[in-house]
């Protein structure tokens, strides 16, 4: 990063332009989290196009115009840094820091100011680095707020990425102009909440939006419903709390050392790190399963005969309700493939539990219809058990339940997801080939059959032992005009 500092700052001083390096640059700097930093944003007296085009003679980069309207120009470097540029408002550097958002961003180093970075040389008006020192997200000015809607959420996403804490003001304005968050484009609500899901303890700072900024119904109203309903013979608090806290055991088991048996836990953090859409990961989207398994709660309420509150069904509500939420919010297909199938098995396990079945059988089906949704459903019925019983009885041991969670992921880890693509062992056309099957879809069927085979361990799991396999099963005699198989 010094070369390019270095290289701007010379182009600057042979231009004769002033050039500052704003934003969350300088505040990752003053936090020493240099290694965190993939963009550099600048601010330049004049319309930097010129500018940027006569570094580009200097540096290797790609120039992308974001918004030329507002004179915006990004540099794409190969290594995959980031160069923002954009021209200053107003006549002062001063002037333009007083239209941004927070204080911790809200300050500027001249280029012609030493480098490495001399913090007597920060132009910081708004009181930045006091700000930083405390660990303090402070608004520099209400009106921020209704100019852009989304720095709602980008607060409590600055605190949760930073560990900070908030001021009173800034809370009550956050509060004051929650109900713009609706104005927001989804994409845009996304890509932040998305961030805050890839911290740990992500609970605290879902309770911390719920209940201090009031911003988080604004994004999902079916919270305020979810408050209302819940309490009953297994939940002595309402649906959203007990969600909320679902979350917090579920996080509390996949960041634990020593929960699982160590060739499972490695299995769920290997998991848990799989990129499922951009930067998003599996883990990300296994906390909003947990946050909205109980989301169809109150659609699907009901009173029985007896009076007693009875909620069947509401996974399905629910996993329709996560559709909506993701469709509106621009999630891609396969995360809200994901979250339906997360809120509409949720309840698997538990059934499973309470029928005292995990033979083989009911194991298969439920491997077969979770597929690489297993260990993920597995994590939020716990962390949903867990949380039920423990707000009952803070004291109860969960070891029987744990010890059913671990048993069938232990059964799903070593004996179904090495055939879980059984084409991996051996493919279709190895099979048409090997008892003389013409093409059809009972090649699936036969591929099926092997699969239950190798599950139930009448089969080794390699291609030697499926070949064996069907040849005694599947033998056939050629009939002169079509190939036959035998009954």
């Given at each position: 990063?010094?070369?390019?500092i270095?290289t701007i ?8 332009e002033s ?25 330049t ?9 006569s ?8 120039l ?15 290594d ?5 540029f954009?021209q200053r408002e107003?006549?002062?550097?001063e ?11 809200a ?14 040389y ?13 660990r ?13 809607p ?19 003001e800034?809370i ?13 484009a989804?994409?845009r ?16 700072f879902?309770t ?7 911003i ?17 013979k ?73 009076g007693?509150t009875?909620f ?6 629910g ?22 199938k ?8 538990l ?5 005292n079945?995990v ?7 439920f491997?077969?219809?979770a597929?690489?949704e297993?260990?993920d ?41 090495p055939?879980?693509?059984?084409t ?11 008892v003389?099957?013409p093409?059809?879809t009972?090649?699936?069927?036969v ?14 799991q ?18 002169g005009k079509k190939?036959?198989r035998?009954?």
């Amino acid at each position: 990063m010094d070369r390019i500092i270095n290289t701007i700052a010379g182009k600057a001083k042979e231009r004769g332009e002033s050039c500052y390096l704003v934003g969350g640059t300088l505040r990752d700097l003053l936090l020493n989290r240099d290694l965190l930093i993939q963009d550099l944003d600048f601010v330049t007296e004049k319309d930097p196009k010129d500018f940027v085009e006569s570094l580009l003679t200097v540096l290797e980069g790609k120039l992308i115009p974001i918004d030329k309207g507002n004179r915006l120009y990004r540099v794409r470097l190969p290594d995959g840094l980031i160069l923002d540029f954009t021209q200053r408002e107003g006549e002062s550097i001063e002037e333009d820091l007083k239209k941004r958002d927070f204080t911790i961003s809200a300050m500027a180093y001249p280029m012609d100011a030493p480098w490495p970075m001399e913090k007597e040389y920060i132009i910081d008006p708004f009181k930045g680095q006091q700000d930083i020192e405390k660990r303090r997200i402070r608004h520099i000015r209400e009106e921020a707020f209704v100019e852009d809607p989304l720095r709602l959420i980008r607060a409590p996403r600055l605190m949760c990425q930073l560990r900070f804490n908030m001021g009173e003001e800034t809370i009550k304005v956050i509060r004051k102009h929650a109900h713009r968050l609706t104005e927001v484009a989804g994409e845009r609500i996304t890509q932040e909440l998305f961030l805050i899901l890839q911290q740990d303890k992500t609970y605290h700072f879902l309770t911390f939006m719920d209940k201090k900024l009031n911003i988080l119904n604004k994004i999902f109203p079916e919270i305020e419903e979810m408050r209302d309903i819940g309490e009953c013979k297994y939940h002595v608090v309402d649906s959203w709390t007990h969600s909320v806290y679902t979350v917090k055991v579920a996080e509390s088991v996949i960041y634990a050392q020593g929960y699982f048996e160590d060739h499972i836990r490695e299995a769920y953090e290997e998991h848990a790190r799989e990129k499922i859409s951009g930067n998003h990961r599996r883990i990300d989207l296994i906390k909003l399963g947990a946050l909205f398994h109980d989301i169809g709660k109150p659609s699907a309420k009901k009173v029985d005969p007896t009076g007693r509150t009875r909620f069947r069904g509401h996974e399905i509500t629910g996993a329709e309700l996560v559709k909506e939420y993701g469709e509106r919010l621009k999630w891609s297909k396969r995360e809200i493939a994901l979250l339906y199938k997360y809120v509409a098995q949720h309840m698997i396990p538990l059934v499973l539990y309470k029928k005292n079945d995990v033979s083989g059988k009911a194991l298969y089906q439920f491997f077969s219809e979770a597929g690489k949704e297993t260990l993920d459903l597995l994590l939020i019925a716990l962390a949903d058990i867990v949380s039920t019983r423990k707000l009952l009885d803070p004291h109860e041991e969960m070891g029987m339940f744990k010890i059913h969670v671990e048993y069938i992921a232990n059964n799903y880890i070593t004996r179904y997801r090495p055939i879980e693509n059984i084409t991996n062992i051996i493919t279709g056309r190895e099979v048409m080939e090997a008892v003389n099957l013409p093409e059809s879809t009972f090649v699936g069927e036969v591929l099926e059959d092997l699969k239950k085979a190798m599950f139930y361990g009448q089969v080794p799991q390699h291609k030697e032992g499926a070949l064996k396999y069907l040849r005694k099963h599947y033998p056939l005699k050629d009939s002169g005009k079509k190939t036959i198989r035998e009954p």
